[in-house]
Nanobody
Framework: HVQLVESGGGSVQAGGSLRLSCVVS????????MGWLHEAPGKEREGVAA???????WYDDPVKGRFTITQDNTKNTVYLQMNSLKPEDTAMYYC??????????????WGQGTQVTVS
């Protein structure tokens, strides 16, 4: 079965850093667009960062310059380096794999999520 397992979340003070990891099994991430999305209480799930099979990357405006998404195809793992964290970054963060690569994430495969709390 296809599985995405996120890790690396936790509680940090404002200005701190975290590195999230997403280990994927069952599919090769080189054939998928990979992304990180988050969901905060009272808010809809929204994209944070993504990598695409054409080599492009995308970031939501609030995290530009602070977050970096990278991918290691050998380890079948995606990372999100989160620096200069702010309280508004507090959310559950999900890893997603999408074969359509259309930016909607409607048909994506999801992980279980990892909680990030910034105070």
């Amino acid at each position: 079965h296809v599985q995405l397992v996120e890790s690396g979340g936790g509680s940090v003070q404002a200005g701190g850093s975290l590195r999230l990891s997403c280990v994927v099994s069952g599919v090769s991430i080189s054939r998928y667009c990979m992304g990180w999305l988050h969901e905060a209480p009272g808010k809809e799930r929204e994209g944070v960062a993504a990598t695409y099979t054409d080599g492009n990357t995308w970031y939501d405006d609030p995290v530009k310059g602070r977050f970096t998404i990278t991918q290691d195809n050998t380890k079948n793992t995606v990372y999100l380096q989160m620096n200069s964290l702010k309280p508004e970054d507090t959310a559950m963060y999900y890893c997603a794999a999408d074969i359509a690569c259309d930016g909607s994430w409607l048909g994506s495969i999801w992980g279980q999520g990892t909680q990030v709390t910034v105070s």
